[in-house]
């Protein structure tokens, strides 16, 4: 090997590994560190005060944090589990219908695409109490109109009917192309057997599937936990704390009361959080297999 | 699957399939139909909730050129970062793309790198917002920290991608290059990238989507001078009296990236999409 290589090999890694230490590890190393400290402002400079545990101590009795957590996994097991359904079957219909199909799989790709603050903009003229069109559809029908977002108790699942909308599509993408890349002869040999087509569904197609419908589960659970976007402009957080997810806790503690010390304490404990639930499902996951 | 299972549907009237994808298709479509259709109506006319109505074009006007309005130097602003930071991950996740997975690393080497690219997803990225602000606060937030924060957020998702893609390059393409005495920028620039091409583009449409849709950082790190498409439709949210046909029509306008690229490039976004979560 010429040596010519062997520096252009370091050197074509030196960007990557420079953006991975300088905007990654140490701004979290850094935001480890400011958790443990109360940053207080005087005159335009920061100073910072040790104050050990103190910041993660106060987590727990933090209203706001609990509801942001709870909130999150209710909006996170709820919607995901939805958009996995619906996603499959979706896909299933797909995969049936072959090419005759093309044009809503283009279609289906549009939620993906689009900002997530629009799908927040979109949703808040359609739920709107006066003139939204889900409310005209309602007293069209003759019912009462719903405060879709401003009612404690209906808000959360506001929120979740739009995540489910808005991300549906992408379990659908994921688990159609796990669909079309699932091995032909099996289904062939089912079919001569005679096996009917939910037989062929449930014991053949479905099993076969399992592992993509984990993956999509996960992504999709990952992605879920960082919403953020559409409760902004939907809602802001309220009624009270009936929408407050933990992006938004985080947001508003860090940037809107200025408590940089706090928030910090409150992403890197959401960081463990995450970590935690991923490694336990993943060892569960190992423990299954074998 | 797809094409050999005609039989699949015997039984299962298709039509009956069709019917059920159509209500999804609509499902889908109408709330961007009923977006599109309140930004050609007055602030009246959507009040009243007609559905026949005389379209006007002026809250595009509005948007575009009213005085107060600030939207388009916040589309140029989104122009200008999503541009800078998919050209800048693009050619960084590239590099080491290539050295990583074709040259020869320690195999913890690059576990290291993909476990980043997989671990890094776990991250709220206003966890990492919040981060930035402490660093960037010092040299002062514009458009050029914030094309940065946006490289460091999707650099990871464009590796995991590529590794993906480098896997369908012939090792024999480069091999036979080397042997004819290319130097290793010729060998990137003239063998891997054309080879790649259809790999490439792919990641580069969705990293720039991501960072033109990117919200909670760019709502942390930009003021009203820097601040993106994103973070100028929900400055319209917030108002006392919010202009909702206003709100419309810039949110009309904020989708024109996604629709050419749906239109110019679906089959890319599909590799894409499916590649980082199938291979």
Known sequence: ?290 | MAQSSPSGAVGTPRLLLHALLFVAALIVLLPFVWIAAAAFKTQITLLMGNVLFDPVINNFREVLFGRTSTYTRSFFNSVMIASASTLLVMVIAFLAGYSLFRMRWPRWVVNVFLVWAIGFNLVPPVALAGAWYELFRGIGLTNRTIALSHTTLHLPMALWLLSSFFRDVPRELEEAATMDGAGFLALLWGIVMPVMLPGLVSTAILVFIFSWNEFPVALALTNSQTSTVPVAIAKFAQENEIKYTQMAAASVLSAIPALLALILGQRFIVKGLTAGAVK
């Not at chain 1, 300088?22 to 480890?32: D, H, M, Y």
């Not at chain 1, 560190?33 to 920061?46: E, I, Q």
């Not at chain 1, 409150?266 to 060892?283: D, E, G, H, P, R």
Request: aromatic share 12%.
């Open chain 1, 1 to 290: 090997m010429p040596s010519a290589n062997g520096v252009a090999k370091y050197l074509s890694l030196t960007p990557a590994v420079l953006f991975l230490v300088a905007l990654t590890v140490l701004p979290i190393a850094n935001l480890l560190v400011l958790s443990f400290h109360d940053v207080t402002w005087s005159g335009g400079r920061a100073s910072w005060q040790w104050e050990a545990a103190q910041n993660y101590l106060q987590l727990g009795s933090d209203r706001l944090f609990i509801a942001g957590i709870t909130n999150t996994l209710i909006l996170v097991v709820v919607a995901t589990t939805l958009q996995v359904a619906i996603g499959l079957g979706l896909a299933l219909l797909c995969s049936i219908l072959g090419r005759s199909s093309t044009i809503y799989r283009t279609l289906f790709l549009l939620p993906i695409l689009i900002p997530g603050i629009i799908i927040g903009a979109i949703w808040k003229l359609m739920y709107n109490f006066d003139f939204g069109i889900i409310n005209q559809f309602v007293s069209l029908v003759g019912l009462p109109r719903v405060d879709w977002l401003g009612a404690p108790s209906l808000a959360l699942w506001s929120v979740i009917a739009v995540d489910v909308w808005h991300w549906t599509p992408f379990s659908f993408l994921l688990l159609l192309a796990a669909i079309e890349s699932l091995p032909t002869d099996v289904t062939e040999a089912a079919k001569i057997d005679g096996a009917s087509p939910w037989q062929e569904l449930w014991t053949i197609t479905l099993p076969l599937l399992w592992p993509a419908i984990f993956v999509t589960f996960a992504f999709r659970a990952v992605i879920a936990f960082k919403v953020f976007d559409e409760v902004y402009l939907l809602t802001g957080g309220g009624p009270g704390t009936a929408t407050e997810v933990i992006s938004f806790t985080i947001y508003q503690r860090f940037f809107v009361q200025d408590d940089a010390g706090y928030g910090a304490a409150m992403s890197i404990a959401l960081i463990f959080v995450i970590s935690l639930i991923i490694a336990v499902n993943l060892t569960r996951r190992q423990r299954l297999e074998t």
